[in-house]
């Protein structure tokens, strides 16, 4: 499995933007489909972003279309989510997830996960 670390939450006001960043650790990074998903106390993790291997497909939740940005440099073993006008809804903590499937839109297509970084929008 592959080792992930995200890194770059915080805290910002809302119409703000973050960026987030996941470093990759241990297998070939490029042979995983990565994604960001978020989860807030007493809800379920939910699907944020996702993108291939090859970064040629993305998916995004339609709560942050047109405002986040999935991207990832295979070079550095890293993946990032560009998150502008952020809104308070946005809170949540965000893990980064690798997943060695065919398939990379649920929760259950990911094996590896990271610790989560805590975003908090304030409003």
């Known amino acids: 499995q592959v080792q992930l670390v995200e890194s770059g939450g915080g805290l910002v006001q809302a119409g703000g933007s973050l960026r987030l960043s996941c470093a990759a650790s241990?297998?070939?990074?490029?042979?995983?489909?990565m994604g960001w998903f978020r989860q807030v106390p007493g809800k379920e993790r939910e699907f944020v972003a996702t993108i291939s291997r090859s970064a040629a497909s993305t998916y995004y939740a339609d709560s942050v279309k047109g405002r986040f940005t999935i991207a990832r440099d295979n070079a550095k073993n890293t993946v990032y989510l560009q998150m502008n006008s952020l809104k308070p809804e946005d809170t949540a903590v965000y893990y980064c997830?690798?997943?060695?499937?065919?398939?990379?839109?649920?929760?259950?297509?990911?094996?590896?996960w990271g610790q989560g970084t805590q975003v908090t929008v304030s409003s």
């Open positions: 997830a690798a997943g060695s499937g065919r398939y990379y839109i649920h929760l259950a297509h990911f094996e590896s």
């Open positions: 241990g297998r070939t990074f490029s042979t995983y489909n």
